[in-house]
């Protein structure tokens, strides 16, 4: 980052917590003790609980709050347990503690409410909600207080929610960073099971692909295929809960995926043959819109410029890299680096504002610094 940004996000003035008295976190995992660090960090009590005691006392160790006592009163409660027994938990919360706003952070919204309805449970205190937030692995030794920083923290509302209550909710995901969007469980679920629960299906097929192949073609393998695949290390255990209490979203996706796989094999099998080249290049094509629809930096459409900068592989490169765009005036938008196989050196790909590449590219040779390619290239 150029440095008067770094500056002025140094002298910035946290604003005080929005959520206050006592949060209570249900499940000592990945997301549960992440919230836990964070409103810890803002002077937020947190009081954790878990079904496993060594998931907990790590919890507890690691610093995402304290153990929960029996004279606790929250004014919120998070539900973090795995989806297939979320419903009851929040059963057993709403219960236990009446003065309480309830919600979750279960990456499935429609199916744990049609359970609680069919229950006769009062709903009035319970909000659904989802952080599209995470990592590979999971656990409370994998979390992490900025893990939602910037993400979107999906809030479902219903008519029975009150403007105090759903203010709580969201007043949580602002604290943590992240950006609350309002949505209905069933828009959630048709849309996680396209940008979340299909993509994992896909990397996780494309990866199974590897385990007979020969050593020699993984030797190839560069970031394309690593970014391609990186998903694909989740927990099994967890998304066998996700995507069956999300199938039928996920079925639509992946049937019209299906269809899409077949039209371009059918024309690869007779590459030749009237039309067949069409249908690959509009599949790439279409592929080419579909990616610049996606949201860029802090949600916007605005799009960057690439310059690939040859790195050596010693200590210290990366922090000179920075320091002499800073000195450029060069802000780095996004970064992704890539290892050479057997060289001592990486490839730093770093995406800026299209009006400062030629001045970024220029001043980084005069210093000494190899380009190995832009964008416009």
């Given at each position: 980052m150029s440095e008067p940004i770094v500056a002025s996000a140094r002298a910035a003035t946290p604003l005080a917590p929005r959520v206050t008295g006592t949060v209570r976190i249900v499940g000592a995992g990945l997301l549960g003790?992440?919230?836990?660090?964070?409103?810890?960090?803002?002077?937020?009590?947190?009081?954790?609980?878990?079904?496993?005691?060594?998931?907990?006392?790590?919890?507890?160790?690691?610093?995402?709050?304290?153990?929960?006592?029996?004279?606790d009163a929250p004014s919120l409660v998070v539900v973090a347990v795995p989806p297939d027994v979320t419903a009851d938990v929040i059963q057993r919360e709403l219960a236990a503690y009446p003065d309480a706003v309830v919600t979750d952070v279960a990456s499935v919204k429609l199916e744990p409410l049609n359970e609680l309805r069919s229950r006769g449970v009062d709903?009035?205190?319970?909000?659904?909600?989802?952080?599209?937030?995470?990592?590979?692995?999971?656990?409370?030794?994998?979390?992490?207080?900025?893990?939602?920083?910037?993400?979107?923290?999906?809030?479902?509302?219903?008519?029975?929610?009150?403007?105090?209550?759903?203010?709580?909710?969201?007043?949580?995901?602002?604290?943590?960073?992240?950006?609350?969007?309002?949505?209905?469980?069933?828009?959630?679920?048709?849309?996680?099971?396209?940008?979340?629960?299909?993509?994992?299906?896909?990397?996780?097929?494309?990866?199974?692909?590897?385990?007979?192949?020969?050593?020699?073609?993984?030797?190839?393998?560069?970031?394309?295929?690593?970014?391609t695949t990186r998903i694909a290390a989740s927990a099994p255990e967890l998304w066998v809960q996700i995507l069956g209490a999300n199938s039928a979203p996920v079925v639509d996706v992946l049937d019209a995926l299906a269809g899409d796989l077949a039209a371009v094999a059918d024309a690869l099998r007779a590459p030749d043959a009237p039309g067949a080249r069409r249908t690959v290049a509009d599949t790439i094509r279409r592929g080419n819109e579909g990616v610049e629809r996606l949201p860029g930096k802090h949600g916007q459409n605005?799009?960057?410029?690439?310059?690939?900068?040859?790195?050596?592989?010693?200590?210290?490169?990366?922090g000179r890299l920075f320091g002499e765009l800073g000195e450029l005036d060069v802000n780095v938008e996004d970064l992704r680096l890539e290892h050479s196989p057997g060289a001592q050196f990486g490839l730093a790909e770093i995406s800026v504002d299209p009006g400062v590449v030629r001045r970024a590219v220029d001043g980084l040779e005069s210093r000494g610094w190899k380009i190995a390619s832009t964008s416009n290239d």
């Open positions: 003790a992440s919230i836990g660090h964070a409103l810890m960090a803002r002077g937020i009590d947190v009081a954790l609980d878990d079904t496993s005691p060594s998931q907990l006392r790590l919890a507890i160790d690691y610093g995402a709050g304290r153990g929960a006592r029996g004279d709903l009035t205190r319970y909000i659904g909600s989802h952080p599209l937030a995470g990592r590979e692995r999971g656990g409370a030794i994998s979390a992490r207080a900025d893990i939602f920083i910037g993400r979107p923290w999906v809030v479902c509302r219903d008519a029975e929610t009150s403007a105090a209550d759903l203010a709580l909710v969201e007043g949580l995901a602002l604290d943590l960073g992240a950006t609350p969007l309002e949505m209905s469980p069933e828009e959630h679920d048709r849309a996680v099971a396209l940008v979340s629960h299909v993509p994992q299906l896909v990397a996780s097929l494309l990866a199974g692909r590897f385990v007979d192949a020969a050593d020699g073609s993984l030797d190839l393998a560069g970031q394309g295929v690593r970014d605005r799009r960057f410029e690439q310059v690939v900068v040859m790195v050596d592989d010693t200590p210290g490169q990366l």
